[in-house]
């Protein structure tokens, strides 16, 4: 996620040194963008952890040192 945070950021100081637009555009151009850089990847990188999970045979925590409680 931090990927959409560099490209909404650079995207908004790009525009506003080039064209100085009112904070109404602003607020009209980044919002959305700011909720489809962020929900839409949301499905996709679940199932790709999900899948790493899997693959690595992860499971819960295990205590393994010394004697157990």
Do not use: N
Not at 28 to 34: E, T
Not at 36 to 41: A, D, E, V, Y
Not at 43 to 69: C, M, N, W
Request: aromatic share 14%; proline share 9%; charged share 10%.
């Amino acid at each position: 996620m931090f990927l959409s945070g560099f490209i909404v950021a650079g995207s908004a100081l790009a525009v506003e040194i080039l064209y100085a637009p009112p904070y109404w555009v602003h607020a009209l151009l980044w919002g959305p963008l700011i909720l489809l850089t962020t929900l839409l990847p949301l499905r996709p990188v679940k199932g790709l952890l999900i899948g790493l999970q899997y693959y690595h045979k992860a499971a819960e925590s295990r205590f393994t040192g010394g004697d157990a409680p």
